[in-house]
């Protein structure tokens, strides 16, 4: 990371500050300067950072008695005669600007044949860190806007156009001092004159457009005309200057893409959405600013940076008054709400009418496909997630009930999260033709939730709007957004419609602590799955009646003991009682419907109830991928391989970039015997997420089975480290397996012993261990496992008929006495 001139005092290396005053160089040695060494009338005190671009120290002026930051240029610059003129002379112009919010250079001089920059040392933090993808204080936006456009007025009037204002190139001092960096770009034109320079220099000393990282931020607040590469003037800087203010009051980028091409398209074509519909909390005038800033016509845009100070003065004047007259204010404030929630209301009836007739016109194929894709926490607080989250997977949970509309499930959408969003790329990944996205922000007590349909096939903005309510009201905003959605698409019976807005709690507290209950339970560790069950146990003493509560709180029980967390004898029972409850009080809900056939299948091992149970699931929810994909794996250890495959291929359908849906389709295969069409889809698992042990652990299983133990043993080496039974159970087996039919009988030995004496110490699957003993041919010791198995009630014992680690135990009349007793269907 570069180093630059603004950078904090003790952290240089932390900021990225690359210079358009071309101090940005390909990567060179650069000979580093010794702590306590004079250079000039500089001494040296220590080194403050360095990159790729130059190092940078903190130094002693002598002759001054004062702190500057000296940056030592590479080596190549001072041999490039052209380079380095052309550097003084831009070095020269910025200078020349004697402003408090720009950052001073002092002088640029050369020693021992080594070139340098004497600026000004600055401790604080670039605009770019201050952001960090939230929005900022609005009293600090208009306190630092009106900084930044004083010193780009004071630049402006000397001729100098910036060309590269953005959040990277604008340092905060801690005592909130705005500084304008990396000035020179541009000549100096005569006095009076407009200057205008050529965009085609931008990017001849410069890295390519097309880079990413940094150089994409760069394009992202090119003006218009710099991308077309006209003549350009200071309008182009107030361009660039209105795309960093809308940064600053949502935390997102106006123009945004994965490529340079994609994103000069934006910003010529594309109008962004209203900053004030992603913050409602900004004055409207603020958005007004920032709109007239983003004119694509220059004409029509602010001339002058004056301009623009003054307006943002006169917004703060005005927002510092109404202070104080708070009374007054608030009681304004509360009818322009009321106001604005009941204009919202009848808005967004109005947009989503005119949404659906677009879907439904002539000419048109209505949308049949949709993902929701996880809504962004604008509080820039972790701890929040679960509420966005949770909104998000209401939506799902709801636009689910959908007939003939394929809704992508919670793992493939959630894949987006924290992702800059291009529609139309995004849509071809997961196979649907619009997105529902969405934005969250928890102020105290209230809540402001903004959502917007696009139609991916268009790119086009179908509608967008805000709810303002009480955080207790969240589920009320989810279903809003659902209920207008399902409603306007026009696809649902008076039953469908009835499910969709059907209201599970009266209770915001219940409905708060559910979500964290599933935020947590989707984390799968042992300890969040134990806070998942507090929560859930927090919502059901709220509200007794809750459902979806009792559904969670089995769903959870039962993953605390599919992952050896809990005896069977312990998760399994209370997972149970749980998914009955939840039935009792709701027959449809299919959550509960696909917990108890989770239940009913790995430890009652009634195979009819389980099969009823996910059918039923299904039923009730045919777009969501949980119950097919368990179904699937059911119906693969049964031995109807057709139908499970059939099951996982709908399961990928709807939740395309799940790793374990993926994975799962891939063990599918493998139960059938058929390991080269498993194959791919254990390697596709693996784009997914090429980190994931289970995925090479799989692939590592499909290869033993093949009998290419040398490939199983190499892809079992790229794991993040090796399984232990005490750090693993399930993926430990699988090494010792591999290992046993491998020849190497003292590792896989030594596997079996870490798993006895793990037994001593806690619930250990007995299966896991009969696995290994099955790979070394020790059978009887196999089948005495087995049976261990079989008393604990191990849930891995549902894949005894068609587990492939067993195979040479099928001829032992002691195998189909096991099957009789798990409850094998005949």
């Not at 209301?345 to 007739?357: G, N, P, R, T, Y």
């Not at 309510?469 to 589920?475: E, F, P, S, V």
Request: charged share 25%; net charge negative; hydrophobic share 40%.
């Amino acid at each position: 990371m570069a180093s630059a001139p603004g950078a904090v005092k003790t952290k240089y290396d932390a900021i990225d500050l690359s210079w358009s005053l071309d101090l940005t160089f390909p990567p060179v040695s650069t000979p580093s300067q010794p702590v306590g060494q004079t250079v000039s009338h500089y001494r040296i005190l220590r080194k403050i950072g360095g990159g790729g671009m130059g190092v940078v120290y903190e130094a002693e002026d002598l002759k001054l008695g004062r702190h500057v930051a000296l940056k030592f240029l590479p080596e190549e610059l001072a041999n490039d005669q052209q380079s380095l003129s052309r550097f003084q002379r831009e070095a020269k112009a910025a200078s020349s600007l004697n402003h408090p919010n720009i950052c001073t250079i002092y002088e640029i001089d050369e020693a021992d044949g080594r070139t340098f920059i004497a600026m000004e040392l600055l401790e604080g933090q670039t605009l770019r860190h201050m952001i960090s993808g939230k929005p900022m204080e609005i009293e600090t936006v208009l306190d630092l806007g009106i900084q930044i456009a004083d010193a780009l007025d004071a630049a402006h009037a000397k001729g100098i156009v910036h060309r590269d204002i953005k959040p990277a190139n604008v340092f905060v001092t801690t005592r909130g001092q705005a500084k304008i960096l990396d000035f020179g770009l541009a000549k100096v034109a005569s006095k009076g004159a407009r200057l205008s320079v050529s965009a085609s220099t931008i990017g001849s000393s410069e890295e390519p457009l097309t880079s990413p990282g940094s150089t994409l931020g760069t394009v992202a607040y090119m003006s218009p005309e710099q991308v077309r590469g006209k003549e350009l003037d200071s309008r182009t800087d107030l361009f660039s200057f209105g795309a960093a203010l809308y940064e600053m009051v949502t935390g997102l980028l106006p123009f945004r893409g994965d490529t340079s091409g994609v994103i000069f398209e934006s910003i010529l074509n594309r109008t962004p959405a209203s900053a004030v519909n992603l913050n409602p909390n900004i004055p409207e005038k603020l958005d007004e600013i920032i709109g007239k800033c983003l004119e694509k016509d220059r004409s029509l845009r602010y001339q002058h940076a004056a301009d623009i100070r003054a307006d943002l003065q006169r917004l703060k004047r005005d927002t510092e008054s109404s202070k104080t007259v708070a009374s007054g204010a608030a009681s304004r404030s509360s009818r322009r709400t009321m106001l604005i929630a009941a204009v919202a209301f009848v808005v967004v009836m109005a947009v989503i009418a005119l949404a659906a007739f677009y879907l439904s016109s002539s000419g048109r194929t209505s949308i049949d496909s949709v993902a929701v894709l996880p809504f962004a926490n604008g509080t820039g607080d972790p701890n929040m997630d679960y509420l966005s989250d949770g909104i998000t997977e209401g939506v799902i949970d709801k636009l689910s009930g959908l007939p003939n509309i394929k809704v992508i499930s919670r793992t493939s959408a959630f894949r987006y999260k924290k992702q800059e969003i291009e529609p139309q790329k995004v849509a071809r990944e997961l196979g649907v033709e619009a997105l529902v996205t969405g934005r969250v922000f928890q102020h105290g007590d209230d809540l402001s939730v903004s959502a917007e349909l696009v139609n991916a096939r268009e790119d086009k903005q179908l509608w967008g709007e805000q709810y303002n309510r009480k955080i207790t009201d969240a589920l009320r905003v989810e279903e809003e957004i659902a209920n207008h959605i399902s409603d306007k698409l026009g696809r649902l019976t008076s039953q469908q419609k009835e499910r969709v807005a059907k209201r599970y709690t009266e209770s915001g507290e219940a409905y708060q602590a559910f979500l964290k209950g599933r935020y947590h339970w989707g984390k799968d560790t042992e300890d969040d799955l134990k806070q998942a069950i507090q929560y859930f146990e927090q919502a059901i003493r709220l509200d007794s009646n809750y459902a979806p509560a009792y559904a969670g709180l089995a769903d959870a029980y039962a993953e605390l003991s599919n992952l050896d967390f809990l005896p069977p004898n312990e998760g399994f029972p209370k997972a149970r009682a749980a998914a009955h409850k939840a039935l009792d009080i709701d027959p449809s809900l299919p959550e509960a419907h696909t917990a108890l056939a989770e239940v009913s299948w790995w430890y009652d091992w009634d195979w009819s109830v389980a099969e009823k149970e996910f059918r039923r699931a299904i039923e009730l929810n045919p777009t969501s991928a949980v119950p097919h994909f368990h179904y699937a794996n059911m119906l693969g250890t049964m031995g109807r391989f057709d139908e499970a495959i059939a099951e996982c291929k709908r399961a990928q359908e709807l939740d395309p970039l799940s790793l374990i849906v993926n994975l799962h389709f891939g063990y599918a295969y493998t139960l059938a015997r058929r390991f080269d069409e498993a194959e791919p889809w254990y390697r596709k698992g693996l784009e997914l997420d090429s980190n994931s042990n289970i995925g090479h652990a799989e692939l590592a299983w499909n290869y033993v089975f093949k009998g290419q133990t040398k490939e199983a043993i190499a892809e079992y080496e790229k794991l993040a480290k090796v399984p232990t039974p005490r750090t693993d159970q399930l993926l430990s087996a699988g090494l010792g397996y591999v290992y046993a039919v491998s020849g190497r009988r003292d590792e896989a030995l030594k596997i079996v012993s870490q798993f006895e004496k793990l037994a001593s110490e806690k619930y250990v699957d007995a299966y896991q261990i009969a696995t290994v003993y099955a790979g070394l041919r020790a059978n009887d010791k196999a089948f005495h496992w087995l049976g261990i198995a079989v008393e604990a009630r191990s849930g891995s014992l549902v894949y005894l008929k068609t587990d492939p680690f067993l195979d040479n135990l099928h001829s032992d009349p002691r195998f189909s006495e096991i099957l009789r007793r798990v409850g094998f269907p005949e």
